[in-house]
């Protein structure tokens, strides 16, 4: 699936590269076989999401 040498990395590491994109749908394929999500989202290979990780108002909100 993927042409790391030795082996892919885990899926919680930020090593693994993109090898399918489909930027007008919104995401791309990662070598461990996540799908990330424009949206910040994934799908593991196991199945698991990771909901996206979205800022809220309050979030961008600078006190002053």
């Known amino acids: 699936m993927c042409a790391h040498q030795l082996q892919c990395p885990a899926t919680d590491s930020p ?4 090898v399918a994109a489909r930027p007008e749908q919104g995401w791309s394929l990662l070598c461990d076989g996540t799908v990330l999500f424009d949206d910040t989202g994934e799908l593991l290979p196991d199945g698991r999401v990771v909901q996206p ?6 979030g961008l909100a600078v006190a002053a």
Not at 15 to 18: G, I, M, N, R, Y
């Open 53 to 58: 990780r979205r800022v809220t108002a309050e």
């Open 15 to 18: 090593a693994a590269h993109v």
